[in-house]
């Protein structure tokens, strides 16, 4: 109880790298863990022989949030990428279509009549998703069959669609320049998954998960200390912890959810309880900040990014 509380001393000169400093004099209450977790990933990404693991789901990829999570990879701060099929859908879309401003409140029958999907407050018409997907998947499938491809990971499929359908804009156009592998347990829960089932009604083309769960057990038991940026939950979450706890769990890890603990989901668990399974290490350095992650990643990578001197 040697540090005391100390007010904000705003300016308009303000940084986004000093206000998270701040954060960490003013304290209060998500300010602290948002400061913390800062902190964690700075340590995380300078820690030597450190693999680096980003798990997200696909809805904050149709949000600006996807530029985010897009320089991340970019810039070679994470080395591996867990996520939802989403992801790979809004990424593609996005390269080819644009998403708009919307409100929670609209009507959604009206929607449905004009062929516009409502997800939260971002609008995603028809033309913008399920069409262009279709579009640009079916060529890729039938391309990568031409060429001899007959089986494939998640981890495959995602580097190709990157080289080959996606853009400078896109996440897993980096991931696939950067040789950042990406993986998609859940790769049937969504359009990408849903076209290359269709796909392979009219052809022996098989999804290999077993292949992608290989190269998972190569990364982490070749890794040294592991750490982890775990963004809301679900399957992309648990697939993080679950395959790290076969290394003695993360060293460093931050939690971004808006999810509760009190209903025994995986999504609001926190960290402590991963000590519990062996998937976080005791020692770790840990934090679970309790909000939404379109405004508080923004502004811990800014400020993440300052501080690397990596802007």
Known sequence: MNEPIRDYEPHKET???ELVTQMENAWGFTAGKLATGTKILERMIKTPNCTKFLSFTGNLVATGTRGILKELTKRKLIDVIITTCGTIDHDMARCWRNYYKGSFTMNDAKLHEKGINRLGNVLVPNDSY???????M???LENLWQEGTREISTSQLCQEIGKRICNETSILYWAAKNNIPIYVPGITDGATGYQTWLFSQDHNFKLNLLKDSGELSDIVFTAKKTGALIIGGGISKHHTI??????DGLDYVVYISTADEWDGSLSGARPREAVSWGKISAQAKRVMIEGDASVILPVMVNALLSRLNDV
């Open 138 to 140: 079916q060529i890729l």
């Open 242 to 247: 679950w395959w790290n706890q076969f290394k």
């Open 15 to 17: 940084t986004v790298n």
């Open 130 to 136: 399920g069409t262009i997907i279709e579009q640009k």
